[in-house]
């Protein structure tokens, strides 16, 4: 025989469930009204309708962000750890090909106005996975290329970044629209040796790596042979930043 308990939990699991992906409507209703939790709700069941909706809501062509910290607590929290997808077109390279898509994990300290950003191995060519921190305070990038093992650090776009709050509050909004890509170009300059200067966050980021500073231009063709590019997303639209040795 079934626990009794068990409805309660599956209960407990769905309105949890649809408290945190928005999901609202006549179909959560008509479930609701047809079959009571208490008598008839059981897990096996539970978990069927939620992997219904899970499958809906990724054949309807966006990507969830899944989170994990902040949403036991409607307050802001100090760290807030967002595991994202989007979808978007790739007009640099390959207009024809359709969507593409770009998984990265977000690390949102609000109280220090920091963010911490990783993109795993992309799922499609030309692109190097990292580890990025945006650092408001000091007003600093740094992108720490794992294909190299090396770090860049460049003065912070704001108008490419959201601030933290920001961030936090378009990420917490569960659903990312399909999107667009731009592509910012650098090139690399002096080597950093004094990486106390950077500040806590990225000195712990890039301390005994090869560190070099940026400068954002126009890349001419001899350099761009000599480039790497990393995708990411702070914003409702994905960067390519494409960095490349000086000539």
């Known amino acids: 025989m079934t626990d009794p308990c068990a409805g309660i939990l599956v209960q407990a699991f769905v ?3 649809v408290a945190a992906t928005g999901v609202e409507g006549w179909f959560i209703n008509w479930v609701m009204d ?3 939790f208490d008598k008839y709700f059981y897990p096996v069941w539970g978990l069927f309708f939620s992997l219904c ?5 990724m054949g309807c062509g966006v990507y969830a962000c899944c989170v994990s910290s902040w949403i036991s607590s409607p307050q802001l929290p100090r760290e807030s750890v967002f595991h994202c997808g989007v979808l978007y077109e790739d007009s640099l390279y390959s207009p024809f090909k359709g969507q593409l898509e770009l998984h990265e ?3 949102i300290y609000i109280e220090e106005n920091y963010e911490q950003i990783n993109v795993p191995v992309p799922q499609f060519g030309g692109s190097d996975p990292a580890d990025i921190i945006h650092d408001f305070q000091r007003g600093l990038t740094a992108y ?3 294909t190299l093992d090396k770090c860049y650090v460049i003065e912070l776009n704001t108008t490419v970044v959201m601030p933290p709050r920001n961030l936090w ?6 659903y990312l629209p399909q999107t667009y890509i731009i592509q910012e170009e650098m090139i690399a300059t002096e080597h950093v040796h004094d990486m106390e200067q950077l500040g806590s966050f990225i000195y712990r980021l890039c301390s005994g790596k090869e560190t070099y500073r940026l400068k954002r231009r126009s890349i001419s063709r001899r350099e761009a042979g000599n480039c790497h590019r990393i995708r990411h997303f702070e914003n409702t ?3 390519e930043t494409v960095i490349c040795k000086k000539s």
């Open 53 to 57: 909706w899970l499958s809906l809501l």
């Open 15 to 17: 309105y949890d469930w």
């Open 144 to 146: 720490h290329d794992i």
């Open 237 to 239: 639209f994905v960067v």
């Open 105 to 107: 994990d977000v690390k």
């Open 34 to 36: 047809s079959c009571p």
């Open 169 to 174: 509050e378009l990420l917490k909004g569960t």
